[in-house]
C-alpha cells in the first residue's frame, strides 16, 4: 500500500498544545498523498487547551480527563 493510500485518525492523549498535530502537519505538507484527522483531544490544563485552541483550527472535541473518557463516545 502507497503511502497516499494511507489515511490516520488520531486521539491526543495529553495533548498540550498540540504538537502531534503539528508533526501530522509537516507530513502532509511534505508528502502530498499523506492525509490524516484529529477525531478527539484529552487536556485537562486550561493553558494547554487554550493555546491548542489559538493554534489548531478547526478544533477537535476535547474529552477531558482521560481517566473519565468514555471511550464508546469517542469515534473509531
Do not use: C
Not at 25 to 34: A, C, D, Q, T, V
Amino acid at each position: 500500500m502507497e503511502l497516499k493510500d494511507k489515511h490516520i485518525r488520531v486521539f491526543e492523549a495529553f495533548a498540550g498544545y498540540g504538537s502531534q498535530s503539528m508533526a501530522l502537519e509537516r507530513l502532509r505538507k511534505s508528502h502530498p498523498g499523506f492525509d490524516y484527522q484529529v477525531v478527539g483531544i484529552s487536556e485537562i490544563d486550561m493553558n494547554a487547551v487554550a493555546a491548542y485552541n489559538a493554534i489548531h483550527h478547526p478544533t477537535p472535541p476535547n474529552y477531558g480527563d482521560i481517566t473519565q473518557i468514555e471511550w464508546n463516545k469517542v469515534p473509531d
